[in-house]
Nanobody
């Protein structure tokens, strides 16, 4: 069974920053697209960002471009999401994902999902 372990969520005020981390087993991490999704109460799950297997390409939802940065560290089998200028609209459960099965990164077709880490931004 593959476990992705997220950390770094928390509560911040409007305009604050957080850095999410996700550690994955080598079977899920190596040579696979990694990413982050989020879901707020009453809203659909949405793709936030993704990074290609070798880190040469990254992808972002329009709503987070210029504020969020995704990165990966192959020495730690980890992917990170640095979030700046947070707003209450960024609040939600953030999920680490690994191994894109098919199609676009934001279609939700990832093989592995973490349990999520909560991000709450207060106004």
């Amino acid at each position: 069974q593959v476990h992705l372990v997220e950390s770094g969520g928390g509560s911040v005020q409007n305009g604050g920053s957080l850095r999410l981390s996700c550690v994955a087993p080598i079977s899920a991490y190596s040579a696979n697209t990694m990413g982050w999704y989020r879901q707020a109460p009453g809203k659909e799950r949405e793709g936030v960002a993704a990074i290609s297997p070798y880190g040469d390409n990254s992808y972002y939802a329009d709503s987070v471009k210029g504020r969020f940065t995704i990165s990966r560290d192959d020495n730690k089998n980890s992917v990170f999401l640095t979030m700046n200028s947070l707003t209450p609209e960024d609040s939600g459960m953030y999920f680490c994902v690994a191994y894109l099965l098919s199609g676009r990164w934001d279609n939700g077709h990832f093989k592995y999902w973490g349990q999520g880490t909560q991000v709450t931004v207060s106004s």
